[in-house]
C-alpha cells in the first residue's frame, strides 16, 4: 500500500537543512533498551498493533485510531493488551486496559485524513498500575520547534517483537496541531512516541498519527500534544468524564496511510 501525497501548503515546511538523520537501532538486549522501557507493544485483539508509551504509572499513551474498529467504534477496553519493553516474546510487564479515552474531536474514518492528525491522541487506563523500578513513565514537554532535532521509539510490521529507536531525526515543521518529522516509521509504529531530550532525559512531544509525502520524500506527521493531552489525562481523576470540544477543526481534506 502507497502513502498518498500530502496538502501542497506542506511544501513550505519541507524547505531549509536538517540534521543528518540515525539510523534505526534494534533493540534487543537489556542493555539496548535500558531507560526505554516503559514503551510497549499495544496489542489489539489477536489482530494487530500500535505503539503506546506509559505517561502515568496506570496511563498509556497512544493514538486515537489504534482505539477504534473499522466501523469507527471505539474498541472494547477488554480487546488491548500493554506490553511495556516487550523484546523477543518477553516483556517486562502485561497490562490489561480498564477504560479508554480518546480525544472528544476525534472522528475514526475509513481512510486518514489531515483534518484529524490533531486530535490523534488517546489515553488507555491499565487495569494494574505499573510500578517496577525498571520502568519509569516519561514525562511530556513542550512542542518541538522546526529544526530541532527528536527521536522515536516504535515497533512496526518489520520489527514487531523489539522496539527500535532512532536516535536522531527532526522537525521539518508545525501546522496546525501536527508536526512535520524526518523520522522512520512503518505499519505498527502509530501511537509511537516521539522525544526530546532535556537533561538527558527522554520527554515526549508528540505522538506519531500517520505517514505521508511531501513530493519523493516519505515523512512522518505526529500529533502535537499540550493543554488537549493535559485534559485527557485529568479526565481519569474526575468522576464524569466531559467530552467538551477542544478547538477549532481544520477543514483540510488530504488523505494518508496510516503507519
Request: proline share 4%; net charge negative; glycine share 8%.
Amino acid at each position: 500500500m502507497k502513502t498518498t501525497a500530502i496538502a501542497a501548503a506542506l511544501w513550505l515546511l519541507a524547505t531549509g537543512a536538517n540534521a543528518q538523520d540515525a539510523s534505526l537501532q534494534a533493540m534487543q538486549s537489556l542493555n539496548d533498551s535500558r531507560g526505554w522501557d516503559a514503551v510497549g507493544r499495544l496489542d489489539i485483539g489477536g489482530e494487530g498493533f500500535c505503539t503506546a508509551a506509559l505517561i502515568r504509572d496506570d496511563l498509556v499513551l497512544t493514538a486515537a485510531h489504534c482505539v477504534y474498529g473499522d466501523d469507527g467504534v471505539l474498541l472494547s477496553p477488554n480487546t488491548f493488551e500493554f506490553n511495556a519493553g516487550l523484546r523477543n516474546g518477553r516483556a517486562e510487564a502485561y497490562r490489561s486496559v480498564r477504560r479508554i479515552l480518546a480525544h472528544p474531536e476525534y472522528h475514526h474514518r475509513a481512510s486518514a485524513d489531515l483534518a484529524e492528525v490533531p486530535y490523534d491522541l488517546a489515553v488507555l487506563e491499565l487495569a494494574q498500575p505499573i510500578r517496577t523500578s525498571r520502568i519509569v513513565p516519561f514525562e511530556i514537554a513542550a512542542t518541538p520547534r522546526s529544526g530541532q532535532e527528536i527521536g522515536v521509539v516504535s515497533y512496526a510490521q518489520d520489527r514487531a517483537e523489539a522496539p527500535s529507536l532512532q536516535e536522531v531525526c527532526s522537525v521539518i515543521g508545525t501546522q496546525d496541531g501536527f508536526l512535520v518529522m524526518s523520522c522512520d516509521i512503518n505499519f505498527g509504529s502509530s501511537g509511537a512516541p516521539v522525544f526530546t531530550l532535556e537533561n538527558g532525559a527522554p520527554r515526549i512531544v508528540s505522538v506519531i498519527s500517520v505517514m505521508a509525502h511531501v513530493g519523493e520524500r516519505k515523512v512522518s506527521l505526529g500529533t502535537a500534544l499540550g493543554s488537549e493531552l493535559a485534559e485527557l489525562v485529568s479526565s481519569f481523576d474526575t468522576p464524569k468524564i466531559e467530552t467538551n470540544r477542544l478547538g477549532n477543526r481544520n477543514s483540510t481534506g488530504a488523505k494518508f496511510v496510516r503507519p
